[in-house]
């Protein structure tokens, strides 16, 4: 049984869910379906991956997705194209074949497939791959703009990090000076409040004929 990871997401993961999401809808697949693999790759839960791609990630390629359903309903409408186009491929496989049988000398007819209906689907096939060549290539732009973006903020973060720890050091050591001044300043004080009573005291001094003399 593969352990379910728990620990936090990492952007490796959040690279990988948002790839293979984009591609299942893409591909016309399920959300489910996409977070299942998710799940099998990175070793989690699709509930996990599922919670993630809604709560985090998804707000991250707002844009990507809307590529990624262009695509879906192109790709979708190509495909209506090529059946339009070609709408007997499969029938004429078979019809070819029975005519082979009874008429082998027979040719396919211009009827059977048309040349430029073959020719108009291969420049709308090319049209679209120049199209999704352009998408893809600006999908790497903003990856690779969000990888430095993302690097910026790692040192950014190291730089705050470094200073935090320089501040709680400065503040350690006044806090400690502080201590020690307050230290001094209370010994101070005490002295001058037992020199002070001393000096409020009499003081007596004995004469030759044993009497007590106050000294002023």
């Not at 707000?59 to 190509?78: F, G, L, P, T």
């Not at 420049?123 to 703009?145: F, G, P, V």
């Amino acid at each position: 049984m593969t352990a379910v990871r728990q620990d936090a997401w990492s952007p490796d993961d959040d690279l990988i869910l948002a790839e293979i999401t984009l591609r299942h809808i893409r591909e016309g697949s399920t959300q489910l379906a996409a977070f299942e693999e998710v799940g099998e790759r990175i070793g989690r839960t699709s509930a996990a991956c599922g919670f993630r791609w809604n709560s985090c990630v998804r707000k991250r390629y707002e844009d990507a997705i809307q590529i990624a359903k262009q695509q879906r309903q192109k790709r979708n409408y190509m495909k209506k194209q090529a059946y339009s186009a070609v709408p007997h491929v499969s029938s004429v496989a078979t019809i070819e074949s029975e005519e082979r049988t009874v008429f082998k000398s027979e040719p396919i007819t211009e009827e059977a497939i048309s040349v430029d209906s073959v020719i108009r689907f291969l420049r709308q096939w090319k049209a679209t791959y120049q199209d999704l060549s352009r998408q893809i290539k600006a999908l790497e732009r903003d990856l690779r703009d969000r990888e430095e973006e993302l690097f910026m903020l790692r040192e950014q973060n190291e730089k705050l990090s470094q200073e935090i720890s320089s501040a709680q050091t400065d503040y350690r050591a006044v806090n400690d000076d502080y201590k020690t001044l307050i230290q001094i300043m209370d010994r101070a004080r005490r002295l001058t409040v037992l020199n002070e009573e001393d000096e409020s005291k009499p003081r007596f001094k004995m004469d030759a004929n044993g009497n007590l003399e106050r000294i002023e």
